[in-house]
């Protein structure tokens, strides 16, 4: 009982400004007297003592954690993961990926531009791919007008970029392809072009 009292004595006086509200919610003494109770012999209470300081401490130290450590944390994504779901992130020009969704972009362009020339991407600036019911890619593009005219309906691979100075002309795009492959299908919501 003393050891009781003696921790209850030390434990509040080493957080005077917290007293009131520790004594209504953590009463350390009943805590004491039930353990007491419980014990059978002295020995047997002093070990249970210290086991409920340990575990009383713990819990504590647990506690004041919890509270120091709710600041803004910086998401990091797991070591072996290469694309998390909802979150765009960066990646490679050269992906076979991206430069799928890059024509898809520019048919979408070649669609709705009054241009007699098809045009087709000449450099891909920037990529970015985020993950959402498919895969949508957000890519800044350069495209450039090829030789091929609109109703010869060529295959761009098959169409050069215009020689002529009068005919060359370079637009700078910005596409965002959605692509759901269990679909078989690619939307191109934004195709924006200057």
């Known amino acids: 009982m003393i050891f009781f009292r003696v921790l209850n004595d030390f434990f509040f006086s080493s957080l005077p400004a917290n007293k009131k509200l520790l004594q209504r919610h953590l009463p350390l003494q009943e805590a004491g007297r039930s353990l007491l109770t ?6 047997d209470a002093v070990e249970m003592a210290a086991n409920f300081t340990r575990s009383f ?4 130290c647990l506690a004041l954690w919890g509270f120091t450590c709710t ?3 910086t998401y990091i994504p797991p ?18 990926g991206v430069r799928k969704a890059a024509r898809f972009g520019v048919y979408q362009y070649n669609n709705s531009s009054n241009d007699l020339f ?4 000449w450099q891909i600036n920037k990529a970015m791919v985020q993950i ?28 050069h970029f215009q020689r002529k100075k009068t005919l060359q002309q370079m637009l700078k795009c910005y596409f965002e392809v959605w692509i759901t492959p269990w679909l078989h299908k690619a939307d191109v919501p934004v195709a924006l072009c200057h």
């Open 118 to 121: 098809l045009f087709k991407e």
């Open 57 to 60: 401490a713990t819990l504590c």
């Open 132 to 159: 959402v019911r498919g895969v949508k890619y957000m890519l800044q593009v350069e495209i450039g007008r090829t030789v091929c005219e609109k109703r010869g309906h060529s295959n761009l691979d098959n169409c």
């Open 38 to 43: 419980l014990a059978g012999s002295s020995s």
């Open 79 to 96: 070591p072996h993961s290469t694309v998390n779901p909802g979150f765009p992130v960066p990646m490679n020009t050269n992906n076979p």
């Open 71 to 73: 600041c803004d944390a």
